[in-house]
């Protein structure tokens, strides 16, 4: 089986293009390549294949075998491996509102619809940076879901492992619980991490992260993935730290995340109430995988 290793801001993963290869068990599989000792290593398998609605979809399966709905630095990665392979026609692009404009686009059919990125590309005519438009954030909690009640879960008190916290919650095709914090790098993320995602309160577990406000255009982050533990960055998990910002007025709604992996641009705009983030996809290396 051929493969490719990519990664979004060091959140990295085994790509399989399942136009030419057949999969029949990709959970079995994730578990055996993301093994960073005994296998290829990474934070997960990406399979990208056919769609009958999109140009092409992709299937997110976590380093423990679970099936993700979507993933932000994966889903950039996809869109660049589409086009540096010619899997798929751009079209002709998308536009931030208010900001820049990208020329190429794809659309890219994941577990939570199909969405629409834009390309930059180099003198090379490699992908550069991705534009993705994420969609519009869920904060109902039955939809995150989330076993609490109300309209909305922001600054909810919760106490975890004898510790008070403020939590919000959004859900932006998977769900997030985003706690608020003076000093990311002190957090005991190890053991904090596996006692929020898998707390009672979350039915399909959850995606936890720790921001810390630097400006009020900025945040630094770090992440607990649910199915892979800590990561270099998380992409959809940044968009919803923008809209926890925002919706706790602790900044503004246009940003920059500073992930371990790197740094996104983001931006929860407020004339279609999408989040757009930006940032880097890169190829590491191609390879052969011995077994199906």
Avoid at 284 to 290: K, Q, R, Y
């Amino acid at each position: 089986m051929k493969f490719t290793k990519m990664h979004g801001l060091g959140n990295d993963y085994v790509y399989v293009n399942c136009f030419e290869e057949q999969i029949e068990d990709p959970a079995a599989l994730a578990r055996v390549v993301s093994d960073r000792h005994r296998g290829v290593g990474g934070d997960g398998l990406i399979l990208i294949g056919p769609s009958q609605t999109a140009d092409v979809r992709m299937r997110i399966f976590n380093a423990d075998g679970s099936e993700a709905e979507m993933c932000g630095n994966g889903i950039r990665c996809v869109a660049k491996y589409t086009y540096e392979h010619a899997l798929a026609k751009t079209g002709g692009g998308i536009s931030v509102p208010g900001q820049q404009s990208f020329p190429a686009s794809l659309n890219i059919e994941t577990g939570n619809g199909i969405l629409a990125v834009g390309l930059v590309v180099d003198q090379r005519n490699q992908v550069s940076k991705v534009c993705v438009n994420m969609g519009r954030p869920v904060l109902s909690p039955q939809e995150i879901p989330v076993n609490l009640a109300g309209e909305k879960v922001v600054d909810h008190p919760i106490e975890i492992l004898s510790r008070p916290l403020l939590m919000s919650c959004v859900s932006m095709g998977n769900p997030h619980a985003v706690f608020f914090c003076e000093d990311v790098r002190s957090l005991e993320l190890a053991k904090l991490g596996p006692a929020i995602e898998n707390h009672g309160l979350f039915p399909k577990r959850i995606n936890v992260h720790f921001v810390q406000i630097d400006k009020p255009t900025e945040f630094t982050m770090r992440t607990w993935e649910r199915g892979s533990g800590i990561t270099m960055a998380c992409g959809t998990g940044a968009c919803a730290a923008c809209v926890a910002a925002a919706l706790t007025g602790r900044q503004e709604r246009t940003c920059t995340g500073h992930l371990p992996g790197g740094d996104l641009g983001l931006n929860w705009c407020e004339q279609d109430n999408c989040v757009y983030m930006t940032g880097p996809a890169v190829e590491v290396f191609e390879g052969i995988w011995p077994d199906k």
